[in-house]
């Protein structure tokens, strides 16, 4: 049974720091690209960051370049999203994404809120 579990959001006033995970179970991790996306109210869901499966390259969205690192540990099957320097435009929902050509899987989502 395929899952992947986020956790680590929650509440942080802006400047502040938050680490998420994402838990992956029931797959070859290892050969999956791992996204972090989000979902702010009203808003698309977008791509944040992504990492390649053994970790050689990582991309983000121009908002959270230099503030943001995707890294994953895949002996722990664990992808992780360091957020630090915090702001209320990073209030969202966020959802992690296993994907290997044509399969993807989702996590269910943690939320993030960023308090001014």
């Known amino acids: 049974q395929v899952q992947l579990v986020e956790s680590g959001g929650g509440l942080v006033q802006l400047g502040g720091s938050l680490r998420l995970s994402c838990a992956a179970s029931?797959?070859?991790?290892?050969?999956?690209?791992m996204s972090w996306y989000r979902e702010a109210p009203g808003k698309e869901r977008e791509l944040v960051a992504f990492i390649s499966s053994y970790g050689g390259t990582s991309n983000y969205v121009d908002s959270v370049k230099g503030r943001f690192t995707i890294s994953r540990d895949n002996a722990k099957n664990t992808v992780y999203l360091q957020m630090n320097s915090l702001r209320p435009e990073d209030t969202a929902v966020y959802y992690c994404?296993?994907?290997?050509?044509?399969?993807?899987?989702w996590g269910q989502g943690t939320q993030v809120i960023v308090s001014s």
């Open positions: 994404k296993a994907n290997h050509y044509a399969t993807s899987f």
């Open positions: 029931g797959f070859t991790f290892s050969i999956y690209g």
